[in-house]
């Protein structure tokens, strides 16, 4: 339709729906494609309690319009959570809450980025990411992650270039990062610190699996080192509380998170009043808090299960991350097979997962592929393991 403006003809069926899609249309699917919480770590009983307790003591601050930034209550409460996370001198000021993190990427995404702006990512990164970035025109820098390592010296060889201009962001997730599980260690978060503040570039931090450490050591966010607001945080309730409650929020310097306010007004005035309440009462009974050891256990268990699973079925020159939190595991094929190819071929056997090219702005990663551990059982995870190790094999013959 030639009515649709420029942003609007590059707007694409995103590739995560595309191809659940298929998989939704086959029965009785191992599916390792899809990044849902397990239901096991959602505290229903506790949930059940507040929204009742709300609805019945203070229900017209429920159901009314609100502020668009959430009211001071719920900053309040975030300001608790993140300092678990090693975050301090966070005011009210600095908060902005939002309906989940997407919101938060797709409002700040457009606030920073003109078209054939230069951006800075993680290859291979989160894809709904891409998705959201790709309309916009911009371009890309990567920051390679290989081997379970993240190639921060090539990347400032990159920015040392003069071709390279226009480099106005990065978006980063270096906690438990999806699609690989992987963390920066702590010399990889100081040199980005130290190339922003260089070149004058904006971090996105998207710590959406930050509190899903499965280390004991506890791994601080960028934005603990950020000392000159280079570094916007963007956090989410979905994988410590409930994904269908749709709240997330952003922690930057006053400037911007008065320019997201702005943006976020015109797209839906506010997030769900009674959502963000349940979010902030989850934190101030603890909640989320005494949950945190049983959702960390949860995945910790399903990773090493996989991680077995792999080990004695995959093909031995495969290479998978060796995931520090989160839900995902990443895998590098040697015999350069389009795991698009394959992923036909194993939902003939009823096994599911997503091909990782579409994790990579520039689709190069064609023999990768992304294995979700949350939703499975440990039986289902062994099985769909072994099938898809069997397919893998058949390709090395």
């Known amino acids: 339709m030639g009515k649709f403006s420029e942003y609007g003809k590059r707007i694409t069926e995103s590739k995560l729906t595309f191809f659940l899609n298929i998989i939704s249309k086959k029965e009785n699917v191992i599916s390792f494609a899809n990044g849902l919480p397990d239901p096991s770590t959602f505290p229903h009983k506790e949930i059940n309690e507040i929204i009742s307790e709300i609805l019945t003591k203070n229900p017209n601050l429920a159901l009314q319009y609100t502020v668009t930034c959430g009211p001071n209550y719920v900053k309040d409460a975030i300001i608790k959570l993140v300092k678990e996370r090693g975050l301090d001198n966070i005011t009210e000021e600095n908060i902005c809450i939002t309906s989940g993190s997407q919101e938060a990427l797709f409002v700040l995404f457009h606030l920073f980025l003109n078209p054939n702006d230069t951006i800075i990512v993680e290859k291979p990164t989160y894809i709904a990411a891409l998705e959201t970035l790709n309309p916009i025109g911009v371009k890309y820098l990567g920051l390679d992650i290989k081997n379970n390592e993240y190639e921060i010296d090539k990347l400032e060889e990159e920015l040392r270039k003069e071709k390279v201009n226009n480099v106005k962001l990065m978006y980063l997730i270096p906690s438990a990062q999806n699609p690989t599980g992987l963390t920066m260690g702590l010399n990889t978060k100081k040199k980005i610190i130290e190339l922003a503040n260089e070149y004058d570039i904006y971090i996105i931090e998207d710590d959406a699996y930050g509190f899903l450490s499965f280390n004991d050591e506890y791994n601080f966010p960028l934005k603990h080192y950020d000392d000159t607001d280079k570094v916007i945080y963007v956090g989410s309730f979905s994988k410590i509380l409930s994904s269908g409650l749709r709240v997330g929020f952003v922690i930057a310097s006053e400037e911007i998170i008065r320019k997201v306010e702005g943006l976020k007004q015109n797209i839906n005035a506010h997030t769900p009043t009674l959502n963000q309440l349940v979010a902030a009462e989850a934190i101030y009974r603890n909640i989320i808090f005494k949950n ?42 040697e015999n350069l097979v389009d795991t ?38 440990y039986e289902k995870i062994f099985e769909g393991i072994e099938k898809l190790g069997k397919i893998l094999s058949s390709l090395e013959r």
Do not use: H
């Not at 394959?342 to 520039?362: H, Q, R, T």
């Open 340 to 377: 698009g190819e394959i992923l036909m071929k194993s939902l003939e056997e009823n096994v599911a997962f997503m091909p990782g090219k579409y994790f990579y702005f520039d689709e190069s990663g064609f023999n990768t592929m992304r294995l979700s551990y949350s939703l499975p059982t």
């Open 292 to 333: 945190l050891p049983k959702i960390r256990q949860i995945y910790k268990t399903k990773r090493d299960v996989m991680l077995k699973a792999i080990e004695n079925n995959f093909p031995e020159n495969t290479i998978c991350s060796k995931p520090t939190g989160g839900m995902f595991i990443f895998c590098w094929l």
